[in-house]
């Protein structure tokens, strides 16, 4: 198989910037006070869904630095444990790139499978980290409808990056791969 | 073939990335560390970045909120003849009240002015706009655009319109971080009306807090009023908390009546509690006297020898 020429550097770094806008905008949202106190339902984790979207479509346009710096703005600005969610998302998001090459020939389902494995995962980590570090961790059905909810925007995250913003999979030639132009 | 996840990068570049990802746990490893142990730097960071970003989350939050409050209105909108009828039974029912307040008022008045009573110490507040809230499960804070240069203070008391909302846990310049009342570390001394009873409020990620401590259980009804008992003098006394609720297993919660779920606006007291008298007597005993007097000096003289009553003899 052979993988699509790398983007002239210009791209990458109009890409970069493109992330880092998105995550921004993606932390901004979820901060935003739409429903505050127990009973609201959780934002997704949007930040997650655009970084593993493009982690996925693109390894290069997401580089682990920048993964790293949006996870810290995040856990800092939404008061979450700081330097946690950071590094789930940041070990996440190369457990994903890893397998970029492999995914660009499955179906969205199979990498919506992998993805929602892939967040369970994240969620798994920090709610064990907190509890063994005896910060109260929070409920596990609160953490159960985040994933749900999460997972429900992922999809159109996907869509998102992928017709606006044209963020399509890297080996695009990819023989066997229906690719989101079939499915549509 | 190239492998998964190979760039096709050469030996370095990967072991340029391992590096890397093992700096980056650390460097993370490290924070969570820190938030774990000194918490209040880690605050004071949060709040300097929320300086930084401030007006970007209030160009996205602003859309945001005025979206779902459209959402809001046309729900309203879909029900108004009912909320209409509902409303005028209200009024019917708060005109009675109405006159009962006045009555009560002019009376309070003039007892107040009977008893020379000193009234609340100066609060005054400022109002802020809520611009970002945690939105996750790990905790309950929510994010005003009023700071240090509006004169909230760590430790300020925030309340919406009926009752209490939480309390400040950060500042920084423009903006501040109320911990609310239903977060894992919540803690808020109340009073428990009409028993007086004192209990403390204790978030723990339920709508309704726990009171916890409450000195006695057996005075304490479903419906009591819950208020800020003013102890630990950092809020005031008297703020409106909720009510007492009893759950099925015995254990006492208490409904907020502060209103999470359109929480728009906070207003952030800035309290300062009266003078306290917390040492005895201070200034009425007259300073010790020397260790050898034991009591004031006769002259001598002032009493002729012998006619001192004689002293208790057993009768």
């Known amino acids: 198989m052979r993988l699509a020429p790398a983007l002239p550097p210009g791209a990458r770094v109009l890409r970069m910037a493109l992330l880092t806008a998105l995550g921004l905008l993606a932390i901004f949202v979820e901060a935003a006070p739409i429903g505050v106190g127990p009973q609201a339902i959780p934002s997704p984790d949007l930040l997650f869904c655009i970084v593993a979207a493009i982690a996925l479509r693109q390894p290069a346009s997401a580089p682990a630095g920048l993964v790293l710096a949006l996870g810290l703005v995040r856990d800092l600005l939404t008061d979450l444990p700081v330097g946690l969610g950071a590094l789930a998302l940041l070990v996440a998001s190369e457990a994903l790139r890893a397998r970029s090459a492999a ?9 919506w499978a992998l993805v929602a494995a892939a967040f369970l995962a994240m969620l798994a980590v920090q709610w064990a980290v907190l509890f063994v570090t005896f910060v109260q961790p929070p409920y596990l059905f609160d953490l159960g409808r985040q994933w749900v909810v999460t997972m429900l925007a992922y999809a159109p995250v996907v869509l998102t990056i ?17 690719g989101l132009k079939g499915e549509a | 073939m190239a492998r998964p996840g190979d760039d096709r990068t050469g030996e370095l570049e990967r072991r340029l990335r391992r590096a890397f990802l093992l700096a980056a746990a650390v460097l993370c490893l490290g924070l969570f560390a820190l938030w774990r142990i000194d918490n209040p730097r880690v605050e004071r960071l949060r709040m300097e970045l929320a300086d930084a970003v401030l007006p970007g989350m209030s160009w996205v939050a602003g859309p945001i909120e005025v979206a779902t409050a459209m959402l809001r209105d046309y729900r309203n909108f879909l029900d108004v003849y009912e909320q209409n009828r509902a409303l005028r039974r209200e009024i019917q029912r708060l005109r009675a009240w109405r006159e009962t307040a006045r009555a009560l008022e002019e009376e309070n008045a003039q007892l107040r002015a009977l008893n020379h009573v000193r009234l609340a110490p100066r609060t005054v507040f400022v109002t802020g706009d809520v611009i970002g ?14 700071g240090e240069r509006d004169g909230v203070l760590d430790g300020s008391a925030a309340v919406d319109g009926a009752g209490l909302v939480g309390r400040v846990v950060g500042t920084g310049e423009t903006a501040a971080r109320v911990l609310l009342l239903t977060d894992f570390s919540s803690r808020v001394p109340v009073m428990i009306r009409p028993s007086g009873r004192r209990a403390i409020l204790a978030g723990d990620g339920a709508s309704a807090p726990r009171l916890e401590f409450v000195d006695a259980v057996d005075e304490v009804r479903p419906g009591d009023q ?22 099925p297993d015995g254990g006492l919660r208490a409904t907020l009546a502060a209103d999470y779920n359109r929480l728009e606006f906070v207003r952030v007291l800035r309290y300062q509690p009266d003078t306290r008298i917390d040492r005895p007597a201070g200034l009425i005993v007259p300073p010790a006297p020397a260790p050898e007097q034991f009591g004031p000096m006769l002259p001598q003289s002032a009493l002729p020898p012998g006619t001192l009553p004689p002293p208790a003899v057993g009768n």
Request: net charge positive; glycine share 16%.
């Open chain 1, 103 to 111: 995914m660009a020939r499955r179906s969205l389902v199979s990498e």
């Open chain 1, 162 to 178: 992928r017709w606006i913003f044209g963020i399509g999979w890297r080996a695009a030639a990819a023989p066997g791969r229906a």
């Open chain 2, 133 to 146: 809230d945690s939105g996750g499960p790990f905790s309950q804070t929510v994010l005003v655009n009023v």
């Open chain 2, 226 to 247: 819950v208020e800020t008992s003013g102890e630990g003098g950092v809020f005031p006394p008297g703020l409106p908390v909720g009510r007492v609720i009893e759950m």
